[in-house]
């Protein structure tokens, strides 16, 4: 994004750029957990008044992303190991029903669709570059909304975008290895072909290990002494 949204905007819009930048700086560790912002440190990187700011601010506390402490100020969250570990295997529960689900009803097209999807994941192979790693993750969400669409359980799928779309998750595959990477792009292709067989047990499975998978590489990133090679 921009870091100088367009001030001449209308308000909603300058604040949702202010949310993506944000939040992407969370993602990104350029903000690190538990580190103090403030609205107008933050206006000023934007190049915005505070009022937009503050909007975004509030939205990425409600979010997870953020912490608001008063009469202290803003700070990026910072998440313990086990809330961590909370975090996905809330996803193992509710990404392992929605898959089953989505086995099921899957037709032809979307099976296509997330076939091109892994094509494109795999494009560059495990290429770890940040540029590259910003790819495989906007495809990567595109494949799993793919899935959880198909499940035709929208209840469930908000349920879940809420889990997904934590910063917490987000991060994960920028903390992964290239053998971490391979194996989740293999998981990728496993649920297709479960996909293909309509088998809902056998999707279920697959997509319990590709979680359970992604949540040890992030426990095992967190817990490596700073600079260890991964």
């Known amino acids: 994004m921009d870091a100088h949204p367009d001030p001449a905007g209308d308000a909603g819009s300058v604040a949702r750029q202010a949310y993506r930048y944000i939040r992407e ?3 990104s560790g350029a903000y690190a957990p538990g580190s103090r912002l403030t609205e107008e440190q933050l206006a000023r990187e934007l190049g915005v ?3 937009p700011v503050r909007e975004a601010v509030r939205q990425l506390a409600a979010d997870g992303a953020l912490v608001l402490k008063p009469n202290y100020g803003i700070f990026v969250g910072a998440w313990s190991r086990d809330e961590v570990a909370q975090l996905f295997d ?4 509710l990404e392992s029903e929605i898959t089953a689900l989505a086995a099921a009803n899957i037709g032809a097209a979307e099976i296509a669709q997330l076939t091109g999807l892994q094509d494109e994941l795999e494009a560059r192979g495990c290429d770890l570059s940040p540029d590259n790693i910003e790819r495989i993750a906007a495809h990567n969400r ?4 793919v899935v959880a669409a ?8 908000a349920m879940l975008a809420n889990a997904i779309e934590m910063p917490i998750v987000q991060q ?3 903390r992964y290895s290239a053998a971490q990477m391979a194996r989740s792009f293999a998981h990728h292709r496993e ?4 996909f293909r067989a309509r088998d809902p047990a056998w999707a279920r499975h697959v997509i319990s290990c ?3 998978a992604a949540k040890h590489a992030r426990l095992d990133s967190d817990a490596a002494p700073a600079g260890a090679a991964q």
């Open 210 to 212: 590709h979680i359970h």
């Open 90 to 93: 809330l996803r193992v529960m």
């Open 191 to 194: 649920l297709i072909d479960a």
């Open 150 to 157: 198909a499940s035709a359980k929208p209840r469930f799928v």
């Open 25 to 27: 700086r969370v993602i």
């Open 49 to 51: 008044s505070r009022t």
């Open 172 to 174: 994960t595959f920028r």
């Open 142 to 145: 595109e494949f799993h909304r």
